[in-house]
């Protein structure tokens, strides 16, 4: 167990489920002294914070939360605050995937997407921010993703908001590290989580067990950019090492989705 996780106050949004959900039960292992879980959905939020505080009697609170509105980002956020008057941790994660043929794309799902995956990780770090500035110390982590460092076929929209979410992270490090605030964007590949319903997962897809793992031990060294799994980190090193090569590999991912989108109407 490392100590930097013990004792301290989290508040997690996309908490009920999948990574979110292996976000906090991480951190009630690690020593967490509470952790706020936001979720949108609350039969899931209920059922879920009731196992673990079966588990671990008065350390967990919910919050219904849509990420998508900002007075429910703020109560979760200052409700974990107030709760011993110190914020630790703020986990940014809700979210969702979304790998589609641009000719299904409308304007509305750009919306949707941009404030789910992008607004909803804004509102939840600007809220944390000022908090963090005036205590002095705090660690804010954004869920990203591998796609949001590689360019892949079928994958713009969400790309692009993870992109973003990337950017904005880094940027905010290097503005307010001199004032003991420290970010992190965390950004997986295949996690097996309930985003693949009832398809198998792909070949490479890790469990949640083992991604938090490598997440966890990375939040405590003070990494910024995280990628998992190592296929992902492989990736990632041919993408800026060598590109022609990349740009190969791409292509044959593209051309592998587009059959698979003709003959299955699936990207996998």
């Not at 198998?200 to 490598?214: G, K, L, N, R």
Request: hydrophobic share 40%.
């Amino acid at each position: 167990m490392s100590d930097y996780y013990k004792d301290k106050v989290a508040a997690v949004t996309g908490a009920a489920s999948g990574i979110g959900l292996g976000l906090v039960e991480k951190l009630l292992a690690e020593g967490a002294a509470a952790v706020f879980m936001g979720d949108i959905n609350q039969d899931s939020l209920s059922k879920e914070s009731e196992r673990l505080d079966q588990q671990y009697p008065g350390r967990v609170f919910t919050a219904l939360t849509d990420v998508t509105v900002l007075e429910q980002v703020e109560a979760l956020i200052r409700s974990a605050k107030e709760h011993a008057g110190h914020l630790d941790f703020v986990f940014n994660n809700a979210g969702m995937g979304m790998t589609v043929p641009t000719e299904q794309v409308t304007f509305d799902i750009w919306r949707f997407i941009l404030d789910l995956n992008l607004l909803g990780v804004i509102y939840g770090t600007y809220t944390a921010i000022p908090i963090m500035r005036e205590q002095g110390f705090g660690h804010i982590v954004n869920t990203g993703s591998a796609g949001g460092l590689l360019p892949v076929a079928y994958q713009a929209l969400y790309a692009a908001t993870k992109s973003a979410i990337i950017t904005m992270t880094e940027c905010l490090q290097y503005e307010l590290e001199t004032e003991g605030l420290t970010f992190s964007v965390f950004n997986p590949a295949n996690v097996i989580t309930g985003i693949f319903g009832d398809l198998a997962p792909p070949p490479d897809a890790i469990s949640v067990e083992e991604a938090m793992d490598y997440i966890f031990a990375e939040l405590a060294r003070g990494s910024l950019i995280i990628v998992l799994p190592q296929t992902a980190r492989d990736m990632y090193r041919l993408y800026r090492e060598n590109r022609d090569e990349f740009d190969k590999l791409a292509r044959h991912m593209a051309s592998e989705r587009r059959e698979n989108y003709r003959t299955k109407g699936t990207y996998y």
